[in-house]
């Protein structure tokens, strides 16, 4: 009997990260089964459908320097999988900046006087840095300069998060903005990407991108690992996770039909890790429980908006850094590509709101999100409200992971805890409570999936040595 005929594989999670892990391992002939809350696959990374408009929650790029996520994707995709140029923008101040950073661009946009500020900011910043990086604030400050700072990253940055710069994390700006500096965006701006060595992933000019958006990737995916022989079981969500203090026995998940109890000999998580420990059964510590519940996210919603003109904008997305505004960036999605407006003389925006879950925003009716979104386009001139035909909201909660002055510890002790289980494995953005773009949570997937096999991947390396990060390869 072969090793994988003695083994079922339990997936929470049908995300990038669950239903890698299920393609792999189904692929190896090893069967599993994956629930998932939700009544469509792909997490964060699907697309919704309204009226037969595709839009995305959040644009999801593909881009990565990793071989064998590379690989999968092109293998899933084939042909459906299209190159795109990146433009991305900012909004401020009631002009747009080039991102990457353009030089006359911005001295055209802030003035001399400002850009000398900056210049003057930056020196200084690079002959006496602070000595400690513990916050966003400091970190961006060595690299950039306060002045930047609090032009450009202070305010969007809070507007995300919803938090001060001085309460988050260093370690999200280490993660997101790897690599760059305003040294290396004038390089940048100076040489493009011909110069030697690597293009900070912040400055990367062109990804891939599914014909009909992310999720098409993703159902791709979770047909293959149906056709292999393994189920996908859709309004699933996890009650309860039984254990006997080294291994998970068991989980309960809610259905259509009640209560079921599915039995594994292993299992891998991508819901989040504070939600997965505060489901186990026995009970974990009392210090472990707070520690769950320290671990915050933010939640996200996205206005999608259908204005009857073909042309806006040209760019992909646009961030707004406009001071009175309640929306973060807007998506262009048939710039992303033209198969997600189905009518070519019309435009299919999305407006994206940074909340928490049970806020003002979250509760707010759609109808009130739908005028509040079109009063807000027109305020910034892209577009009239009277223009706009029709709308439609999604939310999603627990977007992001938020690296508050709380997180690390509290990370700290789930880690420890669940290092326990020897049959237990937590991948993703959200299994993980790390900010992960796509591929990096492919990754966790299918080193999880080798672990399975015989091997003894440690998943928390990945997102944080230099390897794993998607920098460009020198001459791409």
Known sequence: MNQSDRKHVLIIGAGPAGLTAGYDLSGSGYPCTIVEKDVMVGGISRTVSYRDYRFDIGGHRFFT???RVEKMWRDVMGEDFLRRGRLSRIYYNKKFFDYPLSLMNCLKGLGAWNSLLILLSYLQAACFPSKTEETFEQWVCNRFGRRLYEIFFKSYTEKVWGIPGTEIRAEWAAQRIRGLSLA???????MGNGHKGKTPKTLIEAFDYPRFGPGQMWQRVADSVT?????????AGVEVLFHNGTHVEAVSVTGNGGPEKHRATDFISSMPIGELILKLRPEAPGDVLEAARALKHRDF????LIVGRADLFPDNWIYIHEAGLKVGRIQNFKNWSPEMVPDQAKTCLGLEYFCFEGDSLWTMADRDLIELAKRELESLG?????EVEDGHVVRMPKAYPCYD?????ALATARKYLAGFENLQVIGRNGAHRYNNQDHSVLMAMLAAENIQGKAHDLWQVNTEAEYHEEMKGGE
């Open 227 to 235: 056709e292999k022989g393994s189920r996908i079981i859709l309004g």
């Open 301 to 304: 919603l996205t206005v999608a």
């Open 184 to 190: 290396a965006a004038v390089k940048h701006a100076l």
């Open 405 to 409: 002055s709380n997180y690390e510890s």
């Open 65 to 67: 320097k990793i071989e």
């Open 382 to 386: 892209f577009a009239r409200a009277s």
